[in-house]
């Protein structure tokens, strides 16, 4: 049973690009969040996803970030038009169900912006 | 809003030490308590804590939660340098939509010198 998937592990963007960062779930997890570590600093919740909805994006910086999860395929968090602060390791999680002990961490993708 | 403190912000230790780390947190609706250990990749998940005084213990590693006081303790005896990482604690709120929305303190890093 494969882990919580991400790709790319590594992406670098010129400002201004977009960013797309992919998470497959678990086999039989419906519930994706993503998390951002800035460097230096810890995870910080950014989205809860269920299939085809969002639950709740809370911790999503107000522009240029959106996530989905649909029907069918990955997670994405799509980051547009990236500035230098974008720059930090995103790690998706996913569970079968709405209990804290079960969410489990993909690798990351670490995002760097020049 | 949620709160997480983790203390010390680093540790370094010999061979054979034990080590005991803190964390303290504030939440509006607790539901649980969680321990990582992060190497530079996905954090791996240690403990889950949901009621106070019952020890959890797994080989060289225990936890214990303290409700009342608002705090947990993770202790590692006997530690080798594979224990080296960074250590993530995180609180769960049991409100409305936040089903694995977890609060990361700033964690600990620990060094283990042979």
């Known amino acids: 049973n494969a882990g919580v998937m991400q790709n790319p592990r590594h992406l670098v963007r010129r400002r201004g690009q977009e960013a797309r960062l992919r998470c497959s779930p678990m086999?039989?997890?419906?519930?994706v969040y993503w998390y951002r570590q800035l460097p230096e600093e810890g995870l910080k919740f950014m989205v809860y996803l269920q299939k085809e909805n969002i639950i709740d994006e809370s911790g999503m910086p107000k522009e240029r970030f959106s996530a989905e999860f649909p029907k069918e395929g990955p997670s994405i968090l799509r980051i547009q038009q990236v500035v230098r602060g974008d720059s930090a390791a995103y790690f998706c999680?996913?569970?079968?169900?709405?209990?804290?002990?079960?969410?489990?961490f993909g690798e990351g993708s670490w995002l760097t912006v020049v | 809003e949620d709160k997480v403190v983790q203390s010390p912000l680093s540790l370094v230790v010999h061979e054979g030490d034990t080590v005991t780390l803190n964390c303290s947190y504030e939440v509006t609706n607790f539901r649980s308590l969680l321990w990582y250990k992060q190497e530079k990749k996905a954090p791996t998940f240690l403990f889950m804590l949901t009621s106070s005084g019952i020890e959890k213990k797994s080989g060289r590693l225990s936890s214990i939660l303290d409700k009342k006081e608002l705090f947990s303790i993770l202790n590692i005896t006997a530690t080798q340098t594979g224990d080296s990482a960074i250590y993530l604690c995180?609180?769960?709120?049991?409100?409305?939509?936040?089903?694995?929305?977890?609060?990361f303190g700033q964690g600990t890093i620990l060094t283990v010198h042979p």
């Open positions: 995180a609180v769960e709120d049991a409100g409305g939509t936040s089903y694995g929305k977890l609060t």
């Open positions: 086999k039989g997890h419906s519930h």
């Open positions: 999680a996913s569970s079968p169900e709405r209990s804290g002990n079960t969410i489990y």
